[in-house]
């Protein structure tokens, strides 16, 4: 491996440790490195706390060795003031003499900007060393800058014969279909996004909580769809744990662009990702209107024989994998 590679590498995995906190900011790793030896490593802290390159810095102990060492991050160093100072300021005035760069940041504030001042202060730049890993890493903030919507992940679990959930049911609760394991697995990711949101009839059938329960991490930001005000505050997704969001048609149109509709009030709302949880009618809404990046799909081996039809996509699974009984499909919109 090229030696540039193994460094953005591990700023990769490194900052994935921001993974759920630092939204609307980006998930950056930073490794600083002198002869060949890691001296500094860090990623972004949760939102208005300091930038990867910041707590990369901070963590190297001889800080006399910065002036002959490289640092590496993901993405393009900020040029511009935010909560925080921009970051390209900090590694021009500690003399760091490199800076390999993973991707450019497209956000319009910096754009290259943090590049050109670097370079116009002597600095060696390198652009583009794994830049489709990087891109892929920072997915989230990509799209939400990009195509000024949240990033859309799609999440159920459908039964061996295709239902999302039984005809008739005889408490106001979920009938599982998965095992603990893949139940524990979307605590995680749950854990992982800024927002899930859910539609009327899922909290009215199941009075879901939609926290992080099975995992420890950030209990996301809840959004209900509630055209019609049909929710009792009661409701357990209405409780004091996290933030609720309820959407009626005072703030969002729900017409045949609806998944368009709730995406720009979120995007509004500076929410960069949703994980979005059921039932069958508002995800087949946000697939209908190719409005969605990824889609995990369980099946477990229950059958229900009647009941409400899973979802229906139209693309071939990228990924699947076995959860003891369960099988963990997972698509990547090839339109996205």
């Known amino acids: 491996m090229k030696i540039h590679e193994k460094y953005i590498k591990r700023c990769i995995e490194i900052a994935k440790n921001g993974l759920g906190t630092t939204a609307p900011n980006p ?8 002869e060949n030896k890691i001296i500094g490593e860090g990623f972004t802290s949760p ?4 930038h990867a390159e910041v707590n990369a810095i901070q963590s190297v102990a001889d800080k006399k060795l910065l ?7 993901t993405l393009e160093p900020c040029s ?9 300021s900090l590694i021009i005035e500690k003399k760091i003499p490199n800076v390999v760069i993973g991707t450019v940041d497209t956000h319009s504030k910096v754009a290259g900007k943090g590049i050109k001042k670097l370079e116009a202060a002597g600095c060696n730049v390198i652009v583009g060393v794994l830049e489709n890993a990087c891109q892929e890493h920072h997915k989230r903030f990509f799209t939400f800058h990009n195509k ?6 799609l999440k159920w679990a459908e039964t061996s014969d295709g239902f999302i959930a039984p005809e008739n049911k005889s408490e106001q609760k979920p009938v599982w279909i998965t095992n603990t394991h893949s139940r524990q697995l979307v605590h995680k990711w749950r854990s992982e996004e800024q927002a899930i949101l859910v539609g009327t009839n899922t909290v009215l059938d199941d009075n879901p909580s939609l926290t992080v329960r099975s995992w420890t991490g950030k209990n996301p ?6 055209r019609a005000y049909k929710l009792s505050k009661k409701l357990a997704v209405f409780n ?24 720009y009030y979120l995007h509004n709302g500076d929410i960069q990702s949703v994980i979005i949880e059921g039932g069958s009618k508002t995800l087949q809404t946000f697939i209908d209107e190719n409005i969605w990046d990824e889609a995990r799909v369980f099946t477990g081996p229950k059958a229900f024989k009647l009941g409400i039809k899973a979802p229906i996509l139209t693309v071939s699974p990228n990924t699947e994998t076995q959860i003891l009984d369960d099988i963990l499909r997972t698509y990547y919109n090839p339109k996205s």
């Open 80 to 88: 511009h003031y935010g909560k925080t100072p921009p970051c390209s």
């Open 27 to 34: 998930m950056v790793g930073c490794v600083i490195v002198h």
């Open 47 to 50: 939102f208005g706390g300091p």
């Open 148 to 153: 000024k919507r949240p990033y859309i992940i």
């Open 67 to 73: 002036e002959r060492a490289t640092l590496y991050v």
């Open 221 to 226: 930001i809840r959004i209900v769809l509630d």
């Open 240 to 263: 004091d744990e996290v933030k609720t969001i309820s959407l009626s048609e005072n703030e969002v149109d729900f017409d045949e662009h609806l998944a368009k509709n709730v995406c």
